[in-house]
């Protein structure tokens, strides 16, 4: 009786472990096909090609002015954005409930 049951104890292990085993073949065939298309997508990174360094020019005399106007908005509309936020959490801490007791 016992040769019986230690067999079948022995058939289940070699079951689990070609389950196993087809899992873990299944899921490298997976990781290779990744791998694959991880390897062609790096060769097309590495076939791109580096863009010529462009210098800064200097404005001229006329545009002088079109400049600061837009260096004086985009400082106000920043000052703008930090007062909003600056009043959204003033807003937000005043609602707070801290007596729930």
Same mark, same amino acid.
């Given at each position: 009786? /016992? %040769?019986? *049951? /230690? @067999?079948?104890? *022995?058939? %289940?292990?070699? =079951? $689990?472990?070609?389950?196993?085993? =087809?899992?873990?073949?299944?899921? /490298?065939?997976?990781?290779? %096909?990744? *791998?694959?298309?991880?390897? /062609?997508?790096?060769?097309?990174?590495?076939?791109?090609?580096?863009?010529?360094?462009?210098? $800064?020019?200097?404005?001229?005399?006329?545009? @002088? %002015?079109?400049?600061? $106007?837009?260096?004086?908005? =985009?400082?106000?509309?920043?000052?703008?954005? $930090?007062?909003?936020?600056?009043?959204?959490? *003033?807003?937000?801490?005043?609602? @707070?409930?801290?007596?729930?007791?």
């Amino acid at each position: 009786m /016992s %040769g019986w *049951i /230690s @067999l079948l104890l *022995i058939l %289940g292990a070699l =079951y $689990a472990l070609v389950l196993i085993c =087809y899992r873990l073949v299944l899921s /490298s065939k997976q990781l290779l %096909g990744e *791998i694959q298309v991880l390897r /062609s997508k790096t060769e097309s990174l590495k076939q791109v090609e580096e863009l010529p360094f462009v210098t $800064a020019h200097f404005n001229r005399a006329d545009e @002088l %002015g079109e400049l600061l $106007a837009k260096r004086e908005q =985009y400082r106000r509309a920043k000052r703008h954005r $930090a007062e909003d936020r600056r009043r959204k959490l *003033i807003q937000h801490v005043q609602d @707070l409930d801290l007596d729930k007791r």
